[in-house]
């Protein structure tokens, strides 16, 4: 586009027409008006981590969204991921580009209080509104706000007001002090709803009114967030019980990475000696919440019944679990009473996940917390194995019982194991479940969901 000094079009117009009255001999020059460039719609979308650096949930999902968005036309995205590296002190600066031009990371120089969710970070602020400043976004996207830190979300709405924040629940961080898992601290005993008495049992050493003026905190900076995301319509109640008003919470799924078609895989059943046989498949994280322990009771169970034909394929990794939980599962995997029915086979990459379901019959998410939205239930699905879940929280809600697998008793290794030994006895009704399972939704159709609660959002901005 022409530069005009900053004139306007008719100073500029102007002064042509008096140059041409002047120099009569030359043609007047041709303007060139460019047309204005198309309406684009600017998104941040921010998480915690990066999936080149972690491989939780959160930032797989908040990665997927950016990519979707980034293939969308009529939409500009930026990724804002955080890292723990301290690679500041090398590069001078909080926030680099180490993945691609947009692409950022911010490494932050101090701890961050994992109790009000603040960061303390004093080189933050300034990187941040540099960022912010540079990019001018429409909507900001934040899947977390864990190392950020709660006080983002007022600090771009300080700098830019019409800028629309957005923000998708993970967890139940802002409700419960113990990882946001709303269960009991010490005995994994379930909380069912927020109490300021219960949670000074759970942390006895916060005063009660510490522990009021968290929530207190945490509803001064949440006000800043225009819509919240929530991945189920559980986690959604529990917010709005809590104090999120229900008209600024959509239901919505994360996003799934695309699916890696799978090489063809032998069918898992078939005949052990002329016995039918039944792969059970565990994936994800083997943390206590997760339930693997409960998995492991239910396999010795089976043997001491002397069931044969379930095997347990197990998926993943626990070197990163407390020390105390790292022995205990060494010791458990170690079990002679397991040999028979149980197979480690240590941790995967996600780009795998597809492949290695297709090994198994079903798949077994027997968490005994309330969970949210696992991504190892839609990744399930989408390869057509059924379900067999624990009948709480996000798990019972996204898995239909009878139609996209089945619920056993939270945290009940029996009721695990009597489900799995009438599956053996069954073979047709893997059939009948395959048969009914709901696929999730594509990525790109999520994708366009998404867009519709930024557009929804930034109607506000024209009204006011």
Known sequence: MNDTGGLSATAVLGSLRRSSRTKSASPPPVIVVEPPPPATLRIIVTSHSHPRLTKGGAEISAYALYQGLRNETGTTAWFLGCSNKR???RTGSCITQPFGDAEFIYDPTVDFDYFKFANRDPDFPRALDALIMRLRPDIVHAHHYAIFGLEMFWRIKKLLPRTRIVLTLHEYLAICHNHGQMVKANTNRLCRRESLLDCHTCFPYIPVPDLFLRKQYFLRFLASVDQFIAPSRFLADRYIAWGIPAA????LENIMTPRQEPAAAPDPRGDRDGKPRLRVGFFGQMSALKGILVLLHAARLLNARQVSGIIFDLFGDYSNQPPEYRDEMIKSLNDKALDKNVIYHGPYENEDVDALMQTVDVVVVPSIWWENSPVVIREALRNRRPVICSDIGGMAEAVRPGLDGLHFKVAD??????LLEDLLA???????????IAAPVPAEVSVRRHIEVYDEVLAA???E
């Open 87 to 89: 690679t500041q002190t």
């Open 426 to 436: 069954d073979p047709d009704a893997l059939d009948r479940l395959r048969a009914t």
């Open 413 to 418: 290794a029996a009721s695990l194991a009597i």
């Open 248 to 251: 600024k919470i959509t239901v």
């Open 461 to 463: 901005v024209a009204a």
